[in-house]
């Protein structure tokens, strides 16, 4: 499987798109911490990662922010765990969840420092 995001994102339609970012944030919230500094810098990778793709336009600021709102208000309601079956089954194929949990790594990993939480997670 290829690193490259172009690559990695090819094959995702909208459903996977979304399942993909909410994976994103549920590993940055993995360690019970998701502050506006944290949110605005997934939020840039995620854009950075899009950069280049079909979905440059659909991870834009905004629907990305309505993205992250609603990730996070599906987690606060039904629980982390809950979430992190649905993207699992939204995401289904083999690659789809290798590309999930790779980009899922780079964001435990941004602050270089890997918390048992994150690797949990992980």
């Not at 854009?47 to 987690?75: V, W």
């Not at 790594?105 to 420092?113: E, F, L, P, Q, S």
Request: negative net charge; glycine residues 4%; hydrophobic residues 45%.
């Amino acid at each position: 499987m290829s690193n490259d995001p172009a690559e990695l994102l090819k094959d995702f339609d909208g459903a996977k798109l979304e399942a993909l970012v909410e994976t994103m944030y549920l590993a940055a919230d993995s360690d019970g911490e998701f502050s506006d500094d944290e949110r605005a810098e997934l939020a840039e990778s995620i854009r950075a990662i899009a950069e280049g793709t079909d979905h440059a336009a659909t991870l834009a600021a905004e629907p990305l922010a309505k993205m992250l709102d609603a990730a996070q208000a599906a987690s606060e309601e039904q629980g982390r765990d809950k979430r992190l079956e649905a993207v699992k089954e939204a995401l289904g194929d083999a690659d789809a969840l290798k590309a999930a949990l790779a980009l899922a790594i780079r964001v435990t990993a941004a602050d270089g420092i890997m918390r048992t939480s994150e690797r949990e997670f992980i």
